[in-house]
């Protein structure tokens, strides 16, 4: 390999590891965690994600792909796009919304609890997509709660 070609490629890589963030987002937890009955007539799942941003640039929050698991099983997927702006050095907050599918749980089983108000575990997994300076970074979300669901 030349020279020339030797010396490109190592300030490729300089200028790549000088765009990606020192320090990685750090996620914080969830809170605000309702459920309530959307326009479906199906469980939606209302939450708030928060974070922090320990870097001295600001970045863009780019997607959310959240999976929602309810004792387990896979009942709520969260993908949404965006262009949220993160401030350097900040605390902040992202909402987030899913329809619950309780089907995997089985109906009558299901309605009974609902009813009854039984306490669910529910996790949260995945990751959200920063931005900066044009590099995407993932953060990993891994969040577990036990939570009573009631209609």
Do not use: W
């Not at 790549?16 to 007539?41: L, M, R």
């Not at 974070?51 to 999976?67: A, Q």
């Not at 089907?103 to 959200?128: A, F, P, S």
Request: aromatic share 4%.
């Amino acid at each position: 390999m030349s020279n020339g070609i030797k010396a490109l490629l190592i300030f490729c890589l300089a200028v790549a590891h000088a765009c990606a963030p020192k320090e990685e987002i750090v996620f914080k937890g969830i809170s605000n965690v309702e459920v309530q009955v959307g326009s479906t007539n199906n469980p939606e799942l209302l939450a708030k994600a928060h974070f922090h941003n320990p870097n001295n640039v600001g970045m863009k929050l780019k997607e959310i792909h959240v999976d929602v698991l309810v004792d387990g099983k896979l009942s709520a997927e969260v993908r949404q796009k965006l262009q949220l702006k993160i401030s350097p050095r900040s605390d902040f907050m992202v909402p987030l919304q899913a329809t619950l599918s309780l089907k995997e749980l089985g109906l009558l089983d299901t309605i009974r609890n609902l009813l009854g108000g039984k306490k669910y575990e529910v996790q949260y997994v995945g990751y959200v997509r920063v931005a900066m300076h044009g590099v995407t970074v993932k953060v990993p979300v891994k969040h577990r709660e036990e939570m009573r669901i009631r209609l």
